[in-house]
């Protein structure tokens, strides 16, 4: 089983692009484990990109940085065989 710090560089180096809602999960429990409960404001309505982004991470909002860090390397250890 990799590490949190392993499963980050393995996810960046994958060979095929994972779908939008796969790389929003990885962002989401990525941003949770490093920074922890969402701290910047809400993005605009208009800027579709960031809102997104912020509500992939914001949907993770009471976890601890540990729990995130065991979710994002189970949700690489899922992916991994499609885009590894």
């Known amino acids: 089983m990799v590490n949190f710090e392993e499963a980050t ?3 960046k180096n994958f060979k ?6 796969e790389n929003l999960e990885f962002y989401g429990l990525y941003k949770q484990a490093t920074v922890g409960d969402v ?7 208009l ?3 960031k809102k997104v982004m ?3 991470w914001s949907s993770r909002k009471g976890l601890s940085k540990d ?4 979710a994002y ?3 690489y250890e899922k992916y991994a065989p499609k885009y590894a």
């Open 16 to 21: 095929k692009k994972p779908a939008d809602s």
């Open 73 to 75: 390397v189970r949700a």
């Open 54 to 56: 912020y509500e992939a």
């Open 39 to 45: 701290n910047i404001d809400k993005p605009g309505m």
């Open 67 to 70: 729990a995130a860090k065991e």
């Open 9 to 11: 560089e393995l996810v």
């Open 47 to 49: 800027d579709l990109k």
